[in-house]
Nanobody, 123 residues
Framework: VQLQASGGGLVQAGGSLRLSCSAPGATLDNYAVAWFRQAPGKEREGVSG????????YYGDFLQGRFTISRDNSANKVYLQMNSLKPEDTAVYYC?????????????????WGRGTLVTVSS
């Protein structure tokens, strides 16, 4: 499935953004979806994931409750609400899908990836 991530931009520290992941021409109903991010010079890391039903969610330990993942299967979208943003959250954020997966945040579990959306948090 081809994915599109959107909603990135420039925000001041302490601000909020909401990222969206969609799959034009396809349905995400049976896919677990996760968000990953990659900052310059760093490895890609898992941010948050959600199971196909939305019943299970996973978060990176570093988030400390600042982000929330959700999905609206009727709209065919998965969202990442990011609050209390910090400069260290600056990265390209990618969404990825795993058919029938659990929604965990391990890179190797995901086969389908979107192009990413840049989030820049200024201090």
């Amino acid at each position: 499935v081809q994915l599109q991530a959107s909603g990135g931009g420039l925000v001041q520290a302490g601000g909020s953004l909401r990222l969206s992941c969609s799959a034009p021409g396809a349905t995400l109903d049976n896919y677990a979806v996760a968000w990953f991010r990659q900052a310059p010079g760093k490895e890609r890391e898992g941010v948050s994931g959600i199971s196909s039903s939305g019943g299970h969610t996973y978060y990176g330990d570093f988030l400390q409750g600042r982000f929330t993942i959700s999905r609206d299967n009727s709209a065919n979208k998965v969202y990442l609400q990011m609050n209390s943003l910090k400069p260290e959250d600056t990265a390209v954020y990618y969404c990825a899908a795993d058919l029938g997966g659990a929604g965990t945040i391990y890179v190797d579990e995901y086969d389908d990836w979107g192009r990413g959306t840049l989030v820049t948090v200024s201090s």
